[in-house]
């Protein structure tokens, strides 16, 4: 009891000095993937075939920051193919505000009746930047102006069923009738890895997306990086992306995992935040095996769970009674259900997965 006490005391301790050094990384601006600029001449398909064989895919957007990124990754200033290409039929509605989830269109009915597509709108409401506040802008505008205004001088428009429909914007109508743009908008638009990501960035000057022949976006770099399309067999640059994570579909024992991990890669991946969890659960799904190993394991001359990369547990994710400390335990996240963690014992063999950088 006090033994454990004061190693629950040393650990925060631990943990304190931990956040405080490497605390900027990494829940909401560290990203798990990088951006690589192709600079050679493909059609799109051929440039999606290039990136899946040398990288991840063809580059997803996920917002304004990995928009920078992207830029960022190029000196060049013609335009590149990105990973995002027009299905054709079935548009789907979108947040225009991201970490959201697609909405099914049958629950939100009323939202999107009363939101994108009303057509006598007098004003908007966007989302403010500090406070998790909603802001009533009185102004006339369209839905696309609206959403760079709000993109601009707030967050973005108000989006989720949060809300669209919470106790916050009640009050700000205060029983006054009035329609307002909200952040719903309709596509067909598919990103190349199957990412649901809602972020675009048209150039609306440019793009118009009622041209059915030109169905593959592509970003021009000499006008902010906003997108256009253009026909998928023409040839040009692109951006590919590369996923930090990647799932070794092999069985081996926890300590093998190791080594190979650390042979080919950097090492077994780290899980420090709950970013990083939910990147760890998207890769565990398409395991074969029950569970997956990761770099947790528990160290007897230390008499403490510790991670490859040397660190304390901060965040974690034990399953219920899924927590067993002994000599020979590692961590398996769960490939199905919650993918809680489990102790395992290392002479299990279990797919696995490794961080690249
Ligand atoms: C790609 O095409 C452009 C013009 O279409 C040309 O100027 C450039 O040299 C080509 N680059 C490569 C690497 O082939
Ligand atoms: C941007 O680049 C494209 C071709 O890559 C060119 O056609 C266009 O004129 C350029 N625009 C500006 C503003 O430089
Ligand atoms: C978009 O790309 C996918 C492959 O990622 C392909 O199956 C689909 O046919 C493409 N759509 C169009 C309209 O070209
Ligand atoms: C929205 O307004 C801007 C500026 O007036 C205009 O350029 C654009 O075409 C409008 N968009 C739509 C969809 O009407
Ligand atoms: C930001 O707000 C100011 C003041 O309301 C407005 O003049 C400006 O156009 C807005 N920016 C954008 C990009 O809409
Ligand atoms: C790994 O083991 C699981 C059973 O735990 C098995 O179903 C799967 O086929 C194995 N995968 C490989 C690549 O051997
Ligand atoms: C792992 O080791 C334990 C104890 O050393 C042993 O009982 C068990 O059979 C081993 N399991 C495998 C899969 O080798």
């Given at each position: ?312 547990v901060c965040y974690d994710k034990w399953a219920t009674e899924g927590k067993t400390e002994g000599c020979d335990m590692s961590v398996g996240v769960d490939r199905g259900g919650q993918h809680e963690w489990f102790s395992r014992r290392n002479n299990e063999t279990y797919n696995f997965i490794c961080s690249k950088w």
């Amino acid at each position: 009891m006090h033994r454990s006490s004061v190693d629950d005391v040393i650990t925060q301790l631990l943990c304190i000095s931990f956040v405080c050094i490497s605390g900027q990384c990494c829940f909401f601006t560290c990203r798990l993937y990088e951006y690589h600029f192709i600079e050679e001449n493909k059609s799109w398909y051929e440039a999606q075939r290039y990136c899946r064989e040398k990288y991840t895919d063809l580059a997803k957007v996920f917002d304004m920051t990995d928009m920078s990124r992207l830029r960022n990754s190029a000196q060049n200033q013609g335009e590149a193919w990105i990973g995002l290409n027009n299905t054709g039929g079935n548009r789907m509605w979108h947040w225009s505000l991201n970490h959201i989830t697609v909405i099914s269109e049958k629950s939100f009915r009323r939202q999107i009746i009363e939101g994108c597509y009303r057509v006598f709108s007098v004003g908007f409401t966007g989302m403010k930047k500090d406070k998790k506040t909603l802001h009533l802008i009185e102004t006339f505008m369209n839905w696309t102006q609206a959403q760079s205004y709000c993109r601009y001088n707030h967050t973005d428009l108000a989006s989720g069923p949060d809300q669209v429909d919470g106790e916050e914007m009640k009050t700000l109508f205060n029983g006054r009738p009035m329609s307002v743009w909200m952040g719903l908008f309709r596509d067909s638009w598919r990103w190349s890895d199957g990412s649901d990501f809602s972020f675009r960035y048209w150039d609306m000057q440019l793009f118009n997306d009622e041209q059915n022949t030109k169905t593959c976006a592509m970003t021009l770099l000499n006008r902010s990086g906003k997108w256009s399309s253009d026909e998928c067999d023409k040839k040009k640059h692109f951006f590919c992306y590369d996923d930090k994570l990647i799932l070794i579909k092999e069985n081996k024992t926890w300590k093998d995992a190791l080594n190979y991990c650390e042979n080919n890669y950097k090492g077994l991946v780290s899980i420090t935040n709950p970013e990083v969890q939910g990147w760890v659960q998207e890769k565990a799904k398409g395991a074969d095996s029950p569970y997956v190993w990761i770099g947790l394991s528990y160290k007897c001359t230390l008499g403490l769970w510790l991670w490859v990369s040397d660190y304390v547990v901060c965040y974690d994710k034990w399953a219920t009674e899924g927590k067993t400390e002994g000599c020979d335990m590692s961590v398996g996240v769960d490939r199905g259900g919650q993918h809680e963690w489990f102790s395992r014992r290392n002479n299990e063999t279990y797919n696995f997965i490794c961080s690249k950088w």
